[in-house]
């Protein structure tokens, strides 16, 4: 089918621990890969995205490779901090004739101090 | 640039009322969507539109109108209003033509229906 499968939440970590969020997608073709972030009580906003497979996305100390051996673009942070709590959604960008996104579910972070 | 805005931030309704979510982008976008965010369910595409005069059902329309007779603007009808269309509502916008697939997101609008 059609989707956007990460890993489920909650997930709790305390500050400076390492992060990795999963995400694996289905696509017939290389379409773009994206990481959202949402703070609380605010809309979602990109964090990094990958156009084509190899590519690394970053920002802000998050990575993500698009892997199309095993349609993966997990999210990787070395040390969180507290300002990083918030929901983070993987997303798989339009192919095949349509022009939606494909969202996962959505991981819900909370970093303590 | 304003992005993409949404009018009301928050609203509280009675059941069978009526009333449209305001949403508008100032970059030219193509394409415009509305979601919905519900605990544990993510984000549900309601309807979309490539275009004006152009628009789509997305995964859960019943109960939503939209229409797009300006590329600018892409309001939410919602005609009777439930209880279970209590949510908070994103709209969002992107080009489809030539350029980062990039999909951008308005600040949302939280909805409570009694």
């Known amino acids: 089918g059609d989707s956007v499968t990460q890993m489920e939440g909650p997930v709790t970590l305390s500050e400076e621990a390492f992060l990795t969020i999963n995400c694996t997608y289905t696509a017939t073709g290389y379409p773009s890969l994206f990481w959202y972030v949402q703070y609380p009580g605010e809309g979602l906003q990109l964090l990094l995205k990958a156009t084509k497979a190899d590519d690394k996305g970053s920002n802000k100390g998050f990575e993500a490779t698009y892997r199309k051996e095993t349609t993966s673009f997990h999210l990787e942070k070395g040390s969180v901090q507290v300002s990083d709590s918030a929901v983070y959604f993987c997303?798989?960008?339009?192919?095949?004739?349509?022009?939606?996104?494909?969202f996962g579910k959505g991981t819900k972070l909370t970093v303590n101090p | 640039n304003a992005g993409v805005t949404q009018t009301p931030k928050f609203q509280v309704l009675k059941t069978g009322q009526s009333m449209t979510l305001q949403c508008a982008q100032d970059m030219n976008h193509e394409y415009m969507s509305w979601y919905r965010q519900d605990p544990g369910m993510g984000l549900r595409l309601i309807h979309y539109s490539v275009g004006a005069g152009i628009t789509d059902q997305g995964e859960v329309p019943n109960g939503y109108n939209v229409s797009r007779s300006t590329t600018e603007d892409f309001p939410l009808r919602l005609l009777s209003a439930a209880p279970s269309q209590t949510s908070v509502y994103f709209c969002?916008?992107?080009?489809?033509?030539?350029?980062?697939?990039?999909?951008?997101f308005g600040p949302g609008t939280r909805l409570t229906v009694l």
């Open positions: 969002a916008s992107r080009l489809t033509s030539g350029g980062s697939d990039e999909q951008f």
């Open positions: 997303a798989r960008g339009p192919q095949g004739g349509s022009e939606k996104l494909v």
